[in-house]
């Protein structure tokens, strides 16, 4: 899931250093979404051997909501939450996979990946997923969603699709 662009993508501008209280939000707003280029660092391996890429310079190329099951495609959205100042603040980003779930090279089945991101109120961020193993294209709808605490702030769903469908 180097492809994981989910935990890694705040655009350049938004990981901050932690603040002592969380900034009042007041709306999300949806920026962009579908598939993009983008620059990319790989940032090491996760515990159980899946690549971390970080991601800056997101570029939307074409908005969609159906995505090609093809190696190197980035799709995802950008968005910003707004509120009452430019503070840090905490969510979380979610993508759940087809209800087959991704598995791995080394047989571990992922029905879903949640990361933590602090990111800073009015400022672009990039949820997004890169497919970069042949175990990751997998079809069907894939959901991505952001959440501040008990709150959804967004939700997005991109179908996977393959040539033979």
């Known amino acids: 899931m180097n492809s994981v662009i989910a935990a890694l993508l705040s655009m350049v501008c938004c990981v901050a250093t932690a603040t002592a209280a969380e900034a ?10 579908g598939i993009f280029s983008a620059k ?4 090491g391996l996760l515990d159980n051997g899946v690549p971390v890429t970080t991601v800056s310079e997101g570029l939307f190329n074409e908005y969609t909501h159906t995505i090609p099951a093809e190696f190197g495609t980035n799709f995802g959205f950008q968005y910003i939450i707004h509120g009452s100042s430019n503070r840090a603040t905490n969510v979380s980003h979610h993508i759940m996979f087809p209800a087959s779930g991704l598995t791995t090279r080394v047989g571990e089945r992922h029905t879903q990946f949640v990361s ?17 193993e042949p175990w990751e294209m997998v079809p069907g709808d894939w959901v991505f969603e952001v959440w501040h605490n008990d709150s959804k702030l ?11 469908q």
Do not use: M, W
């Open 154 to 164: 967004l939700r997005q769903v991109f179908t996977v699709t393959t040539n033979k």
């Open 116 to 132: 933590e991101e602090e990111v800073i109120v009015g400022h672009r961020v990039l949820h997004g997923y890169s497919f970069d």
């Open 24 to 33: 009042p939000l007041h709306a999300s707003e949806l920026v962009s979404y």
């Open 40 to 43: 990319s660092e790989s940032n």
